[in-house]
């Protein structure tokens, strides 16, 4: 697999896409999209997006994971328990051989989701087990991390955690430094152009540490309007831009990295 985007983290078996998903997956090729690493949230959704690997082979390439922040809509949602992860246990084992990775797992210290500090804890406790399952697998981990980042760093350093792509990353440059040093790699969505805490991490995370994503249908150019994986073309030009380097070296050095994370992207697209 040579040349193209790799977008390492959207969720296209996200209801969102339900309606049109052909459409979707037409204008992301045609923007030179090669692969969607497609993240999961809850266990309801890994049957989906295997699914959906068999569907568009070589294209979709699935993680299995447990969010930190479950529920539907913004009005029912929650912090993650013990009870979420446990229908998924089996499904790990399952798939093992169908999965580039476990994510979307990690933290969300967001106060109106966890106002607890149990809530807190169980969040932890829920992140490493998948972390154990990772390693038990031999798989790299897709992490969501918001208002949680040093602590995040700190568990996945804690847990021995080789291989991790931290995505949407917002914490302090100090913090994702330490990520640098573990060889962990951060990605950055198209939103990202309306953040200046973001812009100071592209210009001092070096490129040989940054994987592109949409984190589609969310994080797009524009608020209000669905985000498809074709704007991962935003996210690099913006990149470019910010490291005064021409978009195809961010291109080219993107898709490398996330080959060396995710190495199943490899065996997924060798010929059968």
Same mark, same amino acid.
């Given at each position: 697999m040579d040349g193209g985007f790799v977008?390492?983290?959207?969720?296209?078996?996200?209801?969102?896409?339900?309606e049109d998903l052909e459409d979707v997956i037409q204008r992301a090729k045609e923007a030179g999209v090669k692969t969607l690493v497609s993240v999961t949230e809850k266990a309801s959704e890994f049957e989906r997006v295997?699914?959906?690997?068999?569907? %568009?082979?070589?294209l979709v390439a699935p993680c299995l994971g447990i969010h930190? @922040?479950?529920?539907?809509?913004? /009005?029912?949602?929650?912090?993650?328990t013990e009870q979420d992860l446990e229908p998924a246990l089996p499904l790990f084992q399952k798939y093992r051989e169908d999965i580039v990775a476990i994510g979307e797992i990690g933290l969300d210290?967001?106060?109106? %989701?966890?106002?607890?500090?149990?809530?807190?804890?169980?969040?932890?406790? @829920?992140?490493?087990?998948?972390? /154990?399952?990772?390693?038990?697998l031999d798989l790299p981990v897709n992490v969501h991390s918001r208002s949680a980042a040093k602590v995040t760093i700190g568990i996945l350093k804690e847990q021995g955690v080789s291989r991790a792509l931290l995505?949407?990353?917002?914490?302090?440059?100090?913090?994702?430094?330490?990520?640098?040093?573990?060889?962990y790699y951060f990605s950055f969505p198209p939103a990202v152009c309306?953040?200046?805490?973001?812009?100071?991490?592209?210009?001092?995370?070096?490129?040989?540490?940054?994987?592109?994503?949409t984190?589609?249908?969310?994080?797009?150019?524009?608020?209000?309007?669905?985000?498809?994986?074709?704007n991962i073309v935003l996210s690099s030009e913006y990149i470019a831009q910010m490291k005064g380097i021409p978009p195809e070296t961010v291109v080219e050095a993107t898709t490398q990295n996330a080959l060396k994370l995710f190495p199943g992207i490899k065996k997924m697209s060798a010929p059968k």
């Open positions: 977008d390492c983290h959207c969720h296209i078996s996200a209801q969102e896409f339900d295997i699914q959906l690997s068999k569907i %568009y082979p070589g930190p @922040v479950q529920g539907f809509g913004s /009005q029912d949602l929650r912090s993650v210290f967001t106060p109106w %989701y966890t106002p607890h500090a149990q809530q807190r804890e169980e969040q932890q406790s @829920v992140f490493r087990k998948q972390l /154990q399952i990772s390693k038990e995505h949407n990353f917002a914490g302090r440059l100090s913090v994702a430094m330490e990520g640098v040093q573990m060889g309306r953040n200046e805490q973001r812009v100071r991490l592209i210009k001092q995370i070096p490129l040989e540490h940054i994987c592109l994503e984190d589609s249908p969310a994080l797009g150019p524009d608020k209000h309007v669905r985000n498809e994986p074709k």
